[in-house]
């Protein structure tokens, strides 16, 4: 489904993607791990078309998708949450996610008016399926910190994507938090057939869903491969998995 080859991203004099290889299939869990300033963020600001790359391909459903803008390689289906979170404070829940749905039908500029009535039982239905409808008309902005990353999925969900990216879905979240989310994450991998991209601190989460992993470091890819193989790899026990990783 997504193919990245080879690709390259400098901040000046800073090369922060350094050759970097992925790929994903339709309907994996894929992670990507890396110690801080690996170049995970990098990468994919540079699938979703918030960075344009320097060098390299980026191939997305058969088609390039290196160097389109955001709004293109949102609406060819890859959607994405950040690292830090990223929604509107001041409406509730339900607009959040309202908002999204309807800016991906191309209503947006009605979102004042009787269209305003338009996306409501599809934004239901999403709030359902990420267990947020008890708080739909909640303030965003007063939400636990979990549940804003909960959210940020719901927007994200509103693209309709084929492929979703979630940067660190679990970052700052109390274990119990950490839990839900990464059952949330594989019910949407398994119940709405989503492909999902993430990259993650946790190794615990990360080797107990995802079914393909590709460690960064240093912005370039050491390894991409099935659990089992990541684990037993040398080179990602010296560079990375270190003390840190029961083997
Ligand atoms: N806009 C930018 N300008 C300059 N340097 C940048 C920029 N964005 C990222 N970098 C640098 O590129 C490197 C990779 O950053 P990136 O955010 O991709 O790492 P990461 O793997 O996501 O790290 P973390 O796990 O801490 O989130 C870092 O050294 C960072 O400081
Ligand atoms: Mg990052």
Known sequence: MLQVEAVHKSFGDFTA??????TVEQGELVAVIGPNGAGKTTLFNLISGQLKLDKGKIVFKGEEI???PPYDICKRGIGRSF?????????????NVQVAMLSHQRLSSNLFSPAQKLAV???NRILESVGLSDKARNIAGSLSHGDQKILEIAIALGN???????????????PEETAATMALIKQLAGTRGLTILFCEHDMEVVFDIAQSIMVMHHGQTLIQGKPEEVRKNKE????????????
């Open 17 to 22: 993607v350094y050759g970097a290889n992925l």
């Open 66 to 68: 290196s160097g389109l």
């Open 83 to 95: 690292q830090i979170v990223n929604i509107f404070h001041r409406l509730t829940v339900f607009e």
């Open 121 to 123: 039982e599809e934004t």
């Open 160 to 174: 309709e994507p084929e492929l979703l990216i979630l940067d660190e879905p679990t970052a700052g979240m109390s």
């Open 236 to 247: 990602v026990q010296e560079a990375y998995l270190g003390g840190e990783f029961d083997a």
